[in-house]
């Protein structure tokens, strides 16, 4: 979803089909569910994937106060109110029961995070872009006319596939009723999985896919490209003309659905995403921030060039753009446009989003880093992390709540901190700043 859950939200949207099984039958992993989240910026449309997942302070709060059982008849009051018909209700409802997994795969918090250069190796694979570069061949005609109807470049649509499903190779396997139910029960996100099973039992009372067949992840992402039932319901089409949007099956609706969601999110038709920059010596890295945005013509007046020598892509030099550094200054450095940011409303993580924007051009031989990564440099686990945060506002740096999250506050907070010892500010957490901190 776009929000992919990912203690991400997810619009995840689908598309594969039965024709791509024997070309991806080898491939590895959808790797979108291992991008890093973003702090979550404030989005018009529903995210393509699922919210944050917050710690919660006090674990007895996320118990249940009725059986399962209890929970179901009451919501099912609800569902009916909603214009749920009682069949309906009753068949999806049939097998439903409590699915531990879902919780525990909702509680998890991974303690180590994998480095953005090793995520992007995976997400950048060799096996990957030819797959993409077969599947771009394939369906020339209706990426075609989803490129005319949406404006989304076939590169871009492609590469989310890739990366949400692998091709739709791996769309989840759990019943999205069921998950729902579970977190609905369970209650850590109640308005969230709430709204997503009424979502869910509309999708299916309006008959594009039945109780048995809505597959998805234990999140409730489903299909090819991953959509939440929410953001099926305002983004999906039937762009097959078979009378059903079916993003499980048939690549046309599952392409066509995540364009459309791609330009309800902002999608400049004809604009690039970015492109990677160098930055010179004396560089100001308090500018290193995604609300601080100017024209990469203001960029460029402060010193910020392309890597050998290379050219603005035409007519971008007006284009309003955010400064990235994915691994902090020593490693490289883009400059982000529109487009970037609407596939971040489709998964706020930068990885992800860069991911995806390389991948695009890996296809038409393209997406090369010139920058090199500061591989000595590991990301802070979770537990280090969370120190960090609890050292900075000892400090009186006031990074918010210790949740492990580097959000903008923690960033404003550690920006302060370098300050402080004459570092670049680029607000990046590092092993270093945390022993500094943990010395000082």
Known sequence: MPPSLSRRWPVRHSIAAASFVLLVACAEKPTAADAQPLQAPPVATAPAIIPPVVPSADPLDLQPTQTFAEWQAGFRKDALAAGIRPDLFDRAFANVSFDASVIRADRSQPEFSRPVWEYLDGALSPLRVRKGQALINQYADILQSIEQRYGVDRQALVSVWGMESNFGQFQGSKSVINSLATLAYEGRRPGFAHAQLIAALQILQQGDITPEKMLGSWAGAMGQTQFIPTTYNTHAVDFDGDGRRDIWGSPADALASTAHYLQSSGWQRGQPWGFEVQLPSSFDYTLADGAMRKSVAEWRQLGVTLPNGGQVPAGSE??????????????PAFLIL???RAILKYNNSSSYALAVSLLSERFNGGGLINGTWPKDDLPLS??????????????NYDAGTADGIIGANTRKAIRSAQQSFGWPADGYPTHKLLESLRTQ
């Open 318 to 331: 007006q284009l309003s753009a955010a400064l990235l550094l994915p691994a902090g200054y020593r490693g």
């Open 382 to 395: 979770r537990s280090e992390r969370i120190e960090l945060q609890n050292l900075l506002s000892a400090r």
């Open 338 to 340: 529109d487009n970037f």
